[in-house]
């Protein structure tokens, strides 16, 4: 896809969703980092089911730690591989109280350096707790980077890399969400729904659905 496209592609996001935010209910970096850690292979709908009443009990690092992952277990078995996630809250909590004064870190590095935090969690952490213009690959934005021609590549840093380099800079720490919702929503994995795309013009699809499937047993 053309860079000009590109960006015709996100105007048209844009305008339907001016103000994209993340679906993860936080109220803090912390709550934040431990929501995306939690949200590994699972729903936002599922963390955000847990995470109340999991910050209700540890709405701080040190008081996180001090439940340790016993403690943490109870409130996250809804959630998919929820004993290593536990351990690795627990661990988290204690290094951010141990070597970063109970606070969150905003570079790559030191995030990295946490126990369950990878780039992709990294990258949502200081996208939109930091305002970081970065970009978090996960399977919605992979599958859209290639379907639409926006940013094809076989691995997810590769789609992250050509993501950074064809995406207008000014557009790209929102273009982060309105792809990431946009592939949730619309331009799903099995069944995209590209006769409601607003910015079906500039996809590159081959195989556009033009219209919705007829309903059994209707015409």
Same mark, same amino acid.
């Given at each position: 896809?053309?860079?000009?496209?590109?960006?015709?592609?996100?105007?048209?996001?844009?305008?339907?969703?001016?103000a994209?935010?993340?679906?993860?209910?936080?109220?803090?970096?912390?709550?934040?980092l431990?929501?995306?850690?939690l949200?590994?292979?699972?729903?936002?709908?599922?963390?955000?089911?847990?995470?109340?009443?999991?910050? /209700?009990a540890?709405p !701080? #690092?040190? *008081?996180?730690?001090?439940?340790?992952? $016993?403690?943490?277990? @109870?409130?996250i078995?809804?959630?998919?591989?929820?004993?290593?996630?536990?351990?690795?809250?627990a661990?988290l909590?204690?290094?951010?109280?141990?070597?970063?004064g109970?606070?969150?870190?905003?570079?790559?590095?030191?995030?990295?350096a946490?126990?369950?935090?990878?780039?992709k969690?990294?990258?949502?952490?200081?996208?939109?707790?930091?305002?970081?213009?970065?970009?978090?690959?996960?399977?919605?934005?992979?599958?859209?980077?290639?379907?639409?021609?926006? /940013?094809?590549?076989? !691995? #997810?840093? *590769?789609?992250?890399?050509?993501?950074v $380099?064809r995406v207008p @800079?000014?557009m790209?720490?929102d273009?982060h969400h309105?792809?990431?919702?946009?592939?949730?929503y619309?331009?799903?994995?099995?069944?995209?729904?590209?006769?409601?795309c607003?910015?079906?013009e500039?996809?590159?699809?081959?195989d556009?659905?033009?219209?919705?499937?007829?309903?059994?047993?209707?015409?």
């Open positions: 896809m053309p860079r000009a496209d590109v960006r015709a592609f996100l105007e048209a996001l844009a305008r339907v969703n001016p994209p935010e993340s679906e993860l209910r936080y109220a803090n970096p912390f709550e934040l431990v929501a995306v850690v949200s590994a292979q699972a729903t936002d709908v599922s963390v955000n089911r847990a995470t109340p009443a999991l910050f /209700a540890a !701080t #690092p040190q *008081a996180m730690a001090a439940l340790g992952a $016993a403690g943490i277990g @109870p409130f078995r809804t959630i998919g591989l929820w004993q290593g996630k536990a351990k690795n809250v661990a909590a204690r290094l951010l109280v141990e070597q970063h109970g606070e969150v870190p905003g570079d790559r590095e030191a995030l990295e946490l126990p369950g935090v990878g780039r969690t990294a990258n949502v952490v200081m996208n939109v707790a930091f305002g970081a213009a970065t970009m978090a690959v996960d399977t919605h934005i992979f599958r859209l980077g290639n379907r639409t021609g926006i /940013a094809p590549g076989k !691995t #997810p840093r *590769a789609v992250e890399d050509q993501l $380099a @800079p000014e790209l720490r273009a309105w792809l990431i919702l946009h592939g949730r619309c331009c799903k994995a099995r069944a995209p729904e590209c006769w409601r607003v910015a079906a500039w996809c590159r699809y081959k556009k659905a033009l219209a919705p499937p007829l309903t059994k047993g209707k015409p």
